[in-house]
């Protein structure tokens, strides 16, 4: 580990020169030369400690670079530390040789005071020595192990032993259900029992933490942490995707290869899984291993006694089974579901044996905020010092990361908190020590001060206490703290209480098990979500019926509702308010009621919490399809997080495919010379809508299979549909394509795609027919569902069409703050403040991944029309990714464009097609 810091201080432009590049990498095929120049690169940027910055379009095979380019590095490094483990030993043989020879020949005389001097180096050298060879040593019979239990994995037949494993678990998963149902009715003996465990335990001073985080800590700490490569993407289903890319690899045979992913995803104990919410789920999992590993007292009495399941610990924590499944991982590469197979199979938890295998890995494939939270990250057992960071798709990770820390807690939230908190005071006053009793005063003096800042009153049902009139007050951290007058409190001493005192998890059980009086909270809308909360909502396949609402508000209240306990979601704003005072504001938005009124914290320099990543690390690698604009990244996350600019390394590639195939147009006017000019102002006119519709009619007529439509928002993609129906648009549009519209809910999704996709290859098997159905339109929404994650590649998307920019909302105090917190704080460019690049980068950042869902092959071809008269400028046109923009022709007329899209699609059509249009 040594070696590895050492690295990482000596990284610096000089090295790259010294970089000796591997001859060839190994690839599962002859690479494309933009392969083999992004390897390089990247070589290069791990060899010398680099922050690199690589831009790869998608379908150039970036996935495989990554891991080729990569993972050929770590194997050289991995030489080169052996080699200097042997030379390290070698010259200390030496030396004791030539000490031996040295003492044999003065013979008697005198120690030289030399020798003494030299006595203590010598020594700590040697136990240098020793401790680099054990770890070695520890490597080696790991690595001998995991290649006897490959070779055992070749010769066993999985059927059978998949059968009665199944068959086991769930004989154990009836044992405790059968449990579940003898104890629904405990007696008035356990009542004690069951309180003593939802009793907060002594805590003794504010700087001791709990033996139990002290035993957590130090839980499998004894085996070596060898270098490793932590890679991280937005979704489970991408990370899937790339353990899948890497068993297609030349290393999958001889990489020890991990993933990491949620309770909720990773549970293989159906009574946990049952629990509806992610809170509820983690809670029980904690309390289920905290009794599996508590010695039980009195255990002839306590087993006449009847338990609740709770109290039982879970069947696959069980050490042995686990460290088999540590090993089986370590031995075959898994995704998420040969995970939750090979779990069941040997009835082990795959979500703590997959965290106890990190040591030994040397890929951990995790997702976003296990890697960027650094509480989660710590409590994961993740190190990042000497190793290297890959992050994924991270063409939006200034915006992830702030979202990651910004909290938002509503005031039916806060409500319930002091309700049962002040429920759970009184029903154990009598237990609680001094120290626990005013730390749990502090908390519901704290949850009641918010609550009236919203305008509420303690007491009465949130969604019946009026505060209104809407509006929205900005604040910094320390004037909320003074508006609130909490400024009094020491929020860090409260939030180490709250963490090391586990009192969200007791509070849960105690509202479990006695379940306290609670209004029924009906709201109208959804809060925003938190970015935390919906990157755990976005990797889950959550299928609850909801009411019809805006998008981007649909998909979390349903979430807090089935917390038996908002506290834990409370201590996560009571965290961000730790932050320095200009790096966050604090928002309070108060609505017609108090149910629907709300707190958020909202962070402003996301630098601050990526900055450990950058220091910690040995290497940062930040990849995507498009990273452009490039500067706003810089300056953003790299410059304020202390990173130099020679430690930067910047890598961006064209595209595969040859360059006549793909052909984008900026077109300024529609078919009767309407000016496309999508602002605000003009966008909802008739006349406007009426020359958008007029350009798919016609575009539809020559465009084969699928053409997908881009708007700015849920709103204008509702009012422009509803006005194409009134005109007969749509008719027109369904006489050559099916018109299919993006759905609102997530569980729509596969089955309209499916719709979609069924409906374009029945009209492209036989070729374009003339006077039928040539394929189908999509209606998408910038920065919706269709905007990320899904490919339209062949037929599928064979014109992407972008309707105006997708500019925010400047009236958002959200975003006038964050404007306002760059100008203040970064240097103007080229005549424009921070706040307008950004702003203009926000928009540009939602076009260019829109439109890159086309081409996604070197052999696909497609078409990109992006209508607005401002796509026309320089400006714009610079944030494009570079290998559109070298293609972008700016067209002022429809007859023009209308004719190249033609043209480009008859030279593509098969031979018969051609001579039927002659």
């Given at each position: 580990?040594?070696?590895?810091?050492?690295?990482?201080?000596?990284?610096?432009?000089?090295?790259?020169?010294?970089?000796?590049l591997?001859?060839?990498?190994?690839?599962?095929?002859?690479?494309?030369?933009?392969?083999?120049?992004?390897?390089?690169?990247?070589?290069?940027a791990?060899?010398?400690?680099?922050?690199?910055?690589?831009?790869?379009?998608?379908?150039?095979?970036?996935s495989?670079?990554?891991?080729c380019?990569?993972?050929?590095?770590?194997?050289?490094?991995?030489?080169?530390?052996?080699?200097?483990?042997?030379?390290?030993?070698?010259?200390?043989?030496?030396?004791?040789?030539q000490s031996?020879?040295?003492?044999?020949?003065?013979?008697?005389?005198?120690?030289?005071?030399?020798?003494?001097?030299?006595?203590?180096?010598?020594?700590?050298?040697?136990?240098?020595?020793?401790k680099?060879?054990?770890?070695?040593?520890?490597?080696?019979?790991?690595?001998?192990?995991?290649?006897?239990?490959?070779?055992?994995?070749?010769?066993?037949?999985?059927?059978?032993?998949?059968?009665?494993?199944?068959?086991?678990?769930?004989?154990?998963?009836?044992?405790?259900?059968?449990?579940?149902?003898?104890?629904?009715?405990?007696?008035?003996?356990?009542?004690?029992?069951?309180?003593?465990k939802?009793?907060?335990?002594?805590?003794?001073?504010?700087?001791?933490?709990?033996?139990?985080?002290?035993?957590?800590?130090?839980?499998?700490?004894?085996?070596?942490?060898?270098?490793?490569?932590?890679?991280?993407?937005?979704?489970?289903?991408?990370?899937?995707?790339?353990?899948?890319?890497i068993?297609?690899?030349?290393?999958?045979?001889?990489?020890?290869?991990?993933?990491?992913g949620?309770?909720?995803?990773?549970?293989i104990?159906?009574?946990?899984?049952?629990?509806?919410?992610?809170?509820?789920?983690?809670?029980?999992?904690?309390?289920?291993?905290?009794?599996?590993?508590?010695?039980?007292?009195?255990?002839?009495?306590?087993?006449?006694?009847?338990?609740?399941?709770?109290?039982?610990?879970?069947?696959?924590?069980?050490?042995?089974?686990?460290?088999?499944?540590?090993?089986?991982?370590?031995?075959?590469?898994?995704?998420?579901?040969?995970?939750?197979?090979?779990?069941?199979e040997?009835?082990?938890?795959?979500?703590?044996?997959?965290?106890?295998?990190?040591?030994?890995?040397?890929?951990?494939?995790?997702?976003?905020?296990?890697?960027?939270?650094?509480s989660?990250?710590e409590?994961?057992?993740?190190?990042?010092?000497?190793?290297?960071?890959?992050?994924?798709?991270?063409?939006?990770?200034?915006?992830?990361?702030?979202?990651?820390?910004?909290?938002?807690?509503?005031?039916?939230?806060?409500?319930?908190?002091?309700?049962?908190?002040?429920?759970?005071?009184?029903?154990?006053?009598?237990?609680?020590?001094?120290?626990?009793?005013?730390?749990?005063?502090?908390?519901?003096?704290?949850?009641?001060?918010?609550?009236?800042?919203?305008?509420?009153?303690?007491?009465?049902?949130?969604?019946?206490?009026?505060t209104?009139?809407?509006?929205?007050?900005?604040?910094?951290?320390?004037?909320?703290?003074?508006?609130?007058?909490?400024?009094?409190?020491?929020?860090?001493?409260?939030?180490?209480?709250?963490?090391?005192?586990?009192?969200?998890?007791?509070?849960?059980?105690?509202v479990?098990?006695?379940?306290?009086?609670?209004?029924?909270?009906?709201?109208?809308?959804?809060?925003?979500?938190?970015?935390?909360?919906?990157?755990?909502?976005?990797?889950?396949?959550?299928?609850?019926?909801?009411?019809?609402?805006?998008?981007?508000?649909?998909?979390i209240?349903?979430?807090?509702?089935?917390?038996?306990?908002?506290?834990?979601?409370?201590?996560?704003?009571?965290?961000?308010?730790?932050?320095?005072?200009?790096?966050?504001?604090?928002?309070?938005?108060?609505?017609?009621?108090?149910?629907?009124?709300?707190?958020?914290?909202?962070?402003?320099?996301?630098?601050?919490?990526?900055?450990?990543?950058?220091?910690?690390?040995?290497?940062?690698?930040?990849?995507?399809?498009?990273?452009?604009?490039?500067?706003?990244?810089?300056?953003?996350?790299?410059?304020?997080?202390?990173?130099?600019?020679?430690?930067?390394?910047?890598?961006?590639?064209?595209?595969?495919?040859?360059?006549?195939?793909?052909?984008?147009?900026?077109?300024?006017?529609?078919?009767?010379?309407?000016?496309?000019?999508?602002?605000?102002?003009?966008?909802?006119?008739?006349?406007?809508?009426?020359?958008?519709?007029?350009?798919?009619?016609?575009?539809?007529?020559?465009?084969?299979?699928?053409?997908?439509i881009?708007?700015?928002?849920?709103?204008?993609?509702?009012?422009?549909?509803?006005?194409?129906?009134?005109?007969?648009?749509?008719?027109?549009l369904?006489?050559?394509?099916?018109?299919?519209?993006?759905?609102?809910?997530?569980?729509?999704?596969?089955?309209?795609?499916?719709?979609?996709?069924?409906?374009?290859?029945?009209?492209?098997?036989?070729?374009?027919?003339?006077?039928?159905?040539?394929?189908?339109?999509?209606?998408?929404?910038?920065?919706?569902?269709?905007?990320?994650?899904?490919?339209?590649?062949?037929?599928?998307?064979?014109?992407?069409?972008?309707?105006?920019?997708?500019?925010?909302?400047?009236?958002?105090?959200?975003?006038?703050?964050?404007?306002?917190?760059?100008?203040?704080?970064?240097?103007?460019?080229?005549?424009?403040?921070?706040?307008?690049?950004?702003?203009?980068?926000?928009?540009?950042?939602?076009?260019?991944?829109?439109?890159?869902?086309?081409?996604?092959?070197?052999?696909?071809?497609?078409?990109?029309?992006?209508?607005?008269?401002?796509?026309?400028?320089?400006?714009?046109?610079?944030?494009l990714?570079?290998?559109?923009?070298?293609?972008?022709?700016?067209?002022?007329?429809?007859?023009p464009?209308?004719?190249?899209?033609?043209?480009?699609?008859?030279?593509?059509?098969?031979?018969?097609?051609?001579?039927?249009?002659?």
């Amino acid at each position: 580990m040594a070696t590895n810091n050492q690295s990482v201080a000596s990284s610096d432009v000089k090295v790259d020169k010294t970089c000796s590049l591997p001859e060839a990498f190994p690839f599962p095929f002859q690479p494309y030369s933009i392969q083999e120049d992004f390897m390089k690169n990247l070589y290069t940027a791990l060899d010398a400690g680099k922050i690199g910055i690589f831009e790869s379009p998608t379908g150039t095979g970036k996935s495989l670079s990554l891991i080729c380019g990569a993972l050929t590095w770590l194997r050289d490094y991995e030489e080169k530390q052996r080699q200097e483990v042997e030379a390290i030993l070698e010259a200390q043989n030496d030396q004791q040789q030539q000490s031996a020879s040295g003492n044999k020949s003065t013979g008697s005389s005198v120690a030289t005071p030399d020798w003494v001097l030299e006595f203590d180096e010598k020594k700590a050298a040697k136990e240098r020595a020793l401790k680099m060879k054990d770890e070695q040593d520890q490597i080696l019979k790991r690595e001998a192990k995991l290649e006897e239990i490959r070779n055992n994995l070749k010769q066993k037949q999985f059927k059978r032993k998949r059968s009665s494993h199944s068959d086991d678990v769930n004989q154990d998963e009836n044992d405790n259900t059968m449990k579940e149902t003898k104890s629904s009715d405990p007696s008035l003996e356990d009542e004690d029992d069951d309180d003593d465990k939802l009793v907060v335990e002594d805590y003794h001073s504010d700087d001791e933490a709990s033996k139990c985080d002290d035993d957590d800590s130090k839980e499998k700490e004894d085996e070596p942490h060898v270098t490793k490569i932590y890679y991280c993407s937005r979704t489970h289903s991408q990370l899937s995707q790339f353990v899948h890319e890497i068993q297609k690899s030349p290393y999958s045979e001889t990489t020890r290869v991990v993933a990491l992913g949620s309770r909720q995803n990773l549970c293989i104990n159906e009574t946990v899984k049952k629990l509806k919410s992610l809170s509820l789920v983690n809670d029980r999992c904690l309390e289920m291993q905290k009794n599996k590993k508590e010695p039980k007292k009195d255990q002839l009495q306590k087993k006449a006694k009847k338990q609740k399941i709770p109290s039982t610990g879970c069947p696959y924590y069980n050490q042995n089974n686990m460290d088999m499944y540590k090993d089986s991982v370590a031995a075959q590469i898994h995704d998420m579901e040969q995970l939750l197979t090979r779990g069941k199979e040997l009835k082990a938890c795959p979500y703590y044996s997959t965290r106890y295998a990190i040591p030994g890995a040397q890929v951990v494939v995790l997702p976003y905020n296990t890697l960027l939270h650094k509480s989660t990250r710590e409590a994961c057992g993740i190190h990042l010092e000497g190793n290297v960071v890959i992050i994924d798709e991270a063409h939006n990770l200034v915006e992830t990361i702030s979202n990651v820390y910004s909290v938002e807690v509503n005031g039916a939230q806060l409500c319930r908190a002091h309700s049962q908190l002040s429920q759970y005071m009184e029903k154990y006053r009598s237990r609680l020590k001094a120290k626990n009793l005013m730390y749990i005063k502090q908390i519901v003096q704290v949850l009641a001060s918010w609550i009236r800042c919203l305008g509420g009153r303690i007491g009465c049902a949130p969604d019946t206490q009026k505060t209104g009139p809407a509006s929205s007050k900005l604040f910094t951290i320390n004037d909320f703290l003074f508006t609130t007058q909490m400024d009094n409190i020491n929020l860090f001493k409260l939030q180490k209480y709250c963490e090391r005192s586990h009192i969200s998890r007791k509070l849960n059980g105690f509202v479990e098990k006695y379940q306290p009086p609670m209004v029924k909270i009906q709201e109208p809308e959804e809060p925003q979500q938190t970015g935390m909360t919906r990157f755990l909502q976005e990797i889950s396949k959550k299928t609850s019926e909801k009411k019809e609402e805006p998008q981007v508000l649909e998909k979390i209240d349903d979430e807090y509702q089935a917390f038996s306990s908002p506290l834990l979601h409370i201590e996560g704003f009571l965290l961000a308010l730790t932050n320095a005072d200009k790096d966050g504001r604090v928002v309070i938005s108060k609505q017609d009621f108090l149910s629907q009124s709300r707190l958020k914290f909202l962070l402003l320099n996301p630098a601050v919490h990526f900055q450990d990543v950058v220091k910690e690390a040995r290497a940062v690698i930040v990849a995507g399809g498009t990273m452009q604009p490039v500067d706003e990244f810089k300056h953003q996350l790299l410059y304020c997080a202390g990173v130099q600019e020679d430690r930067i390394a910047e890598f961006s590639c064209g595209h595969v495919i040859p360059p006549d195939q793909l052909l984008p147009i900026a077109l300024t006017t529609g078919p009767s010379g309407v000016d496309f000019n999508f602002t605000y102002q003009s966008r909802d006119t008739p006349k406007m809508m009426d020359e958008v519709g007029r350009v798919l009619v016609n575009v539809s007529n020559v465009v084969p299979g699928g053409v997908v439509i881009f708007f700015p928002s849920y709103d204008y993609e509702k009012l422009i549909y509803s006005h194409w129906e009134k005109t007969g648009v749509i008719a027109r549009l369904g006489m050559k394509k099916k018109v299919f519209r993006e759905p609102r809910k997530a569980n729509q999704v596969d089955f309209m795609l499916g719709q979609y996709t069924s409906i374009i290859e029945k009209a492209c098997s036989g070729g374009v027919q003339s006077g039928g159905m040539n394929g189908a339109i999509l209606l998408c929404v910038v920065g919706g569902k269709m905007s990320e994650g899904i490919n339209f590649s062949d037929n599928l998307g064979r014109c992407i069409v972008m309707v105006g920019l997708p500019f925010a909302n400047i009236k958002s105090p959200e975003l006038k703050e964050k404007m306002d917190y760059l100008n203040a704080t970064m240097p103007s460019s080229n005549g424009k403040t921070p706040g307008q690049i950004h702003y203009e980068n926000l928009c540009m950042k939602a076009v260019n991944q829109s439109i890159g869902r086309a081409i996604r092959h070197k052999g696909d071809y497609a078409t990109i029309l992006l209508l607005d008269s401002r796509y026309a400028r320089s400006s714009i046109q610079s944030k494009l990714p570079g290998w559109i923009a070298r293609r972008l022709q700016t067209i002022q007329k429809f007859g023009p464009a209308f004719g190249a899209i033609r043209k480009f699609f008859v030279e593509r059509r098969p031979t018969s097609s051609k001579a039927d249009t002659s």
